[in-house]
T-cell receptor
Framework: TQLLEQSPQFLSIQEGENLTVYCNSSSVFSSLQWYRQEPGEGPVLLVTVVTGGEVKKLKRLTFQFGDARKDSSLHITAAQPGDTGLYLC??????????FGRGTSLIVHP | DAGVIQSPRHEVTEMGQEVTLRCKPISGHNSLFWYRQTMMRGLELLIYFNNNVPIDDSGMPEDRFSAKMPNASFSTLKIQPSEPRDSAVYFC???????????????FGSGTRLTVV
């Protein structure tokens, strides 16, 4: 089982601030996904990255896959209250079935 | 598309009772997954099906848990008998494809919050 460590576990910031959350493992992944989960709902897929060093942007969100495909980061620019939620990373290895990290719980205060 | 549909949204039951959770995946998706989410353990994969066939049930915690997928549009997760430690949010997810061709990502349902008292 591939262990995914996400940090920080909790993050509370003011609207307009920038932030970065991390997803790390000792295992190599064939692909890695980021999800956002809001209270009372299921996780929603934000992005899939598959190539080492790949960078994808989704409006104010920037996702990067590490060169060695063992880690990833999510950077949010000028955070807004609507960004509040649990951010989960999920890495897939040889079985192609993703394993989820425990998530980073983000609160953005107005 | 209505997305992945789960029912019920909430279930409160007494210890020892049978609980059945239901899931309708997105039409055309070949893979279906059952997950359990708790504060302590996060999202845990219980079982997944590919083309209605169970592929990996190693995450099913005990024999009290069973899952079926009689056709491409319906799956159930059953707990019999239920115990308080089964209290969690249970998610169903479906995916267009999982394998060497790549993963198209999961679409999750809204979950069933199970409380066993």
């Amino acid at each position: 089982t591939q262990l995914l460590e996400q940090s920080p576990q909790f993050l509370s910031i003011q609207e307009g601030e920038n932030l970065t959350v991390y997803c790390n493992s000792s295992s190599v992944f064939s692909s890695l996904q980021w999800y956002r989960q809001e209270p009372g709902e299921g996780p929603v897929l934000l992005v899939t990255v598959v190539t080492g060093g790949e960078v994808k942007k989704l409006k104010r969100l920037t996702f990067q896959f590490g060169d060695a495909r063992k880690d990833s980061s999510l950077h949010i620019t000028a955070a807004q209250p609507g960004d509040t939620g649990l951010y989960l990373c999920a890495g897939a290895g040889g079985s192609y079935i993703p394993t989820f990290g425990r998530g980073t719980s983000l609160i953005v205060h107005p | 598309d209505a997305g992945v549909i789960q029912s019920p949204r909430h279930e409160v039951t007494e210890m020892g009772q049978e609980v059945t959770l239901r899931c309708k995946p997105i039409s055309g998706h070949n893979s279906l997954f059952w997950y359990r989410q708790t504060m302590m353990r996060g999202l845990e994969l219980l079982i997944y099906f590919n083309n209605n066939v169970p592929i990996d049930d190693s995450g099913m915690p005990e024999d009290r848990f069973s899952a079926k997928m009689p056709n491409a549009s319906f799956s159930t997760l059953k707990i019999q008998p239920s115990e308080p430690r089964d209290s969690a949010v249970y998610f169903c997810a479906s995916s267009l494809q999982v394998g060497p061709q790549g993963s198209s990502g999961y679409t999750f349902g809204s979950g069933t919050r199970l409380t066993v008292v």
